[in-house]
Nanobody
Framework: QVQLVESGGGLVQAGGSLRLSCAASRTSRTIFSIGSMGWYRQAPGKQRELVASITLSGSTNYADSVKGRFTISRDNAKNTVYLQMNNLKPEVTAVYYC??????????WGQGTQVTVSS
């Protein structure tokens, strides 16, 4: 079992920056390996959508709406993924969820962290 714990959300003014972090840890004495990790977001009344993802080797993928403003990175030694968000706009206000591929084709979600951008 894998637990994902997010941090770094909050309230920021338009044009500001935030850095989200998500740390993966094991919750049982089983094989622990993390593959691809990513960030999703869900705004009120909308479906959850992919923001960015990163493979174990560091290949990245971004939603078109965040390219050039958001950067995803990871520290494999710490099993942690980051999302640096710059030049934030009110339309990115949402709950941001961390996602990770675990061992044996498992997939895990974090509890979510609120990001609110005021105009």
């Amino acid at each position: 079992q894998v637990q994902l714990v997010e941090s770094g959300g909050g309230l920021v003014q338009a044009g500001g920056s935030l850095r989200l972090s998500c740390a993966a840890s094991r919750t049982s004495r089983t094989i622990f390996s993390i593959g691809s990790m990513g960030w999703y977001r869900q705004a009120p009344g909308k479906q959850r959508e992919l923001v960015a993802s990163i493979t174990l080797s560091g290949s990245t993928n971004y939603a078109d709406s965040v390219k050039g403003r958001f950067t995803i990175s990871r520290d494999n030694a710490k099993n942690t993924v980051y999302l640096q968000m710059n030049n934030l706009k009110p339309e990115v206000t949402a709950v941001y969820y961390c996602n990770a591929d675990g061992p044996f084709s498992t997939n895990y979600w974090g509890q979510g962290t609120q990001v609110t951008v005021s105009s």
